[in-house]
Nanobody, 124 residues
Framework: QVQLVESGGGLAQAGGSMRLSCVVS????????MGWFRQAPGKEREFVAG????????TYAHSAKGRFTISRDNAENTAYLQMNSLKPEDTAVYYC?????????????????WGQGTQVTVSS
């Protein structure tokens, strides 16, 4: 019943920007810890960024820190990932995920709900 739908992926040039959106329905968005993950071909899914339900506390992977910004709008049931200074190594399928609870975690297994992903391709 809980559904997450990502959008905003596509092609970008190295150094460019892109904003991903994740709309959540069927659940209480404001109670979820939200996260963004990515998975490149042949690689494991990795944590990119997370945000607590208060929309203040954020966590970033080292590769994302300083370039990416996670945010949320609880009134619109939407989480965002603003990506700046994109690099070819950012190319991956990006997934939005939600978990019930307040603890910050980078482990994919801890998340309860997942979107189907949106492709982000960064050319060199």
């Amino acid at each position: 019943q809980v559904q997450l739908v990502e959008s905003g992926g596509g092609l970008a040039q190295a150094g460019g920007s892109m904003r991903l959106s994740c709309v959540v329905s069927g659940g209480t968005f404001s109670s979820y810890f939200m996260g963004w993950f990515r998975q490149a071909p042949g690689k494991e899914r990795e944590f990119v960024a997370g945000i607590r339900r208060n929309a203040v506390t954020t966590t970033y992977a080292h590769s994302a820190k300083g370039r990416f910004t996670i945010s949320r709008d609880n009134a619109e049931n939407t989480a965002y990932l603003q990506m700046n200074s994109l690099k070819p190594e950012d190319t991956a399928v990006y997934y939005c995920a939600a978990r019930q609870g307040t603890i910050t975690t980078m482990e994919a297994a801890a998340y309860d709900y997942w979107g189907q992903g949106t492709q982000v391709t960064v050319s060199s």
